[in-house]
């Protein structure tokens, strides 16, 4: 079955340096895949998201690429800030029961001053 | 302003209880969602629906009851039957379709007394 596998936190950073959260799917077909951030306390939102093969999706200074060779889809950032720090979940959506979403266990991301 | 609501935020259950989350939308979506989010943990599908008066059971969906009478609404109701029901819920929705987004709430908590 669809599934969805990412790197285990906390991931701890200084200011201003490079994120890289990696994800890997598992999935038949061309899934549309997504990364959301969620803050203590709150809702998922949705952080940005591509929906076919080479699709590059932006949002924030944050960017991830679809790659459907290595089935990946890797969070990354060049130059983090105290404010990024929050939970980050990789999801896929199944091409053929796109109702169903696989959400990654999350990763903590804390950024220090 | 387009979003979804869920209340309450906190909502206290005693033994042999049963107790209902609300949650509602207005971003005219056909289908919602109910999640469950353990401490530390992703996050686990309970209930899902694609259309009014139809839903469909998830991963976790024993102690639990939805119904869907209305677009807007979908309200989720912890049984006494859920031997375990202190978590983070959260309800989201989506249009139908590939590549669709599910637009999350803000969560209830739910603490057992």
């Known amino acids: 079955g669809d599934s969805v596998t990412q790197m285990e936190g906390p991931v701890t950073l200084s200011e201003e340096a490079c994120l890289t959260i990696n994800c890997t799917y598992t999935a038949t077909g061309y899934p549309s895949l997504f990364w959301y951030v969620q803050y203590p306390g709150e809702g998922l939102q949705l952080l940005l998201k591509?929906?076919?093969?080479?699709d590059k999706g932006s949002n924030k200074g944050f960017e991830a690429t679809y790659r459907k060779e290595t089935t990946s889809f890797h969070l990354e950032k060049g130059s983090v800030q105290v404010s990024d720090s929050a939970v980050y979940f990789c999801a896929l959506s199944d091409q053929y029961n796109f109702n169903k979403f696989y959400f990654g266990s999350g990763t903590k991301l804390n950024v220090k001053p | 302003d387009g979003g979804i609501t869920q209340s309450p935020k906190y909502l206290f259950r005693k033994e042999g209880q049963n107790v209902t989350l609300s949650c509602e939308q207005n971003l005219n979506h056909d289908a919602m969602y109910w999640y469950r989010q353990d401490p530390g943990q992703g996050l686990r599908l309970i209930y899902y629906?694609?259309?009014?008066?139809?839903?469909q059971k998830g991963d976790i969906a024993e102690g639990y009851s939805v119904s869907r009478e209305k677009k807007e609404s979908f309200p989720l109701t912890v049984t006494s039957a859920q031997k375990n029901p202190t978590a983070f819920y959260l309800c989201a929705s989506s249009g139908q379709g590939q590549g669709e987004t599910q637009y999350f709430g803000p969560g209830t908590r739910l603490l057992v007394l």
């Open positions: 629906s694609q259309i009014v008066n139809d839903f």
């Open positions: 591509a929906t076919k093969a080479d």
